[in-house]
C-alpha cells in the first residue's frame, strides 16, 4: 500500500504543491488504514509540509510538498545525489513494512 499511496500521492503533486486533505479525489487514499503512518512519515522527514488554509467554509489541512514528485520517487530506488531526508524516508518505510 504505501507504494501505491506514494504513486497517487506524486500524481497529484504533478499538477500542484498543495493537496487538501479533504480532496475527494484522493478521499479513498486519504481513508486508507495504510494512510496515517505514510502521512506521519512524510511530515517527519520533511517531505511535506502540514499547512491549515482558509477556504470559503471551514479551514482545511492542506500538504506541501517540500520536493519535486520526481526527486521523492528516485529516493525509492536510492539514486545517488538523492537528498538525505528523501533517503531515510524511503529507509523508515521500507523498515516498517518488513
Known amino acids: 500500500m504505501s507504494r ?7 500524481r497529484a503533486y504533478r499538477r500542484t504543491n498543495l493537496v487538501c486533505l479533504q480532496d475527494d479525489k484522493l478521499s479513498t487514499l ?6 496515517p503512518p505514510v502521512r ?4 517527519e ?5 502540514v499547512e491549515d488554509r482558509a477556504t470559503s ?3 482545511k489541512q492542506f500538504l506541501r510538498s517540500r520536493f519535486l514528485p ?11 545525489g538523492t537528498d538525505p531526508r528523501i ?7 521500507s ?4
Open 95 to 98: 523498515a516498517s513494512a518488513a
Open 57 to 59: 467554509g471551514r479551514p
Open 70 to 80: 520526481g526527486q521523492i520517487m528516485a529516493g525509492r530506488v536510492g539514486r545517488p
Open 4 to 10: 501505491y499511496a506514494m504513486e497517487r500521492l506524486m
Open 40 to 43: 506521519t512519515r512524510l511530515v
Open 30 to 35: 486519504f481513508s486508507d488504514y495504510h494512510w
Open 87 to 93: 533517503r531515510a524516508y524511503w529507509e523508515a518505510l
Open 45 to 49: 522527514h520533511g517531505i511535506v509540509k
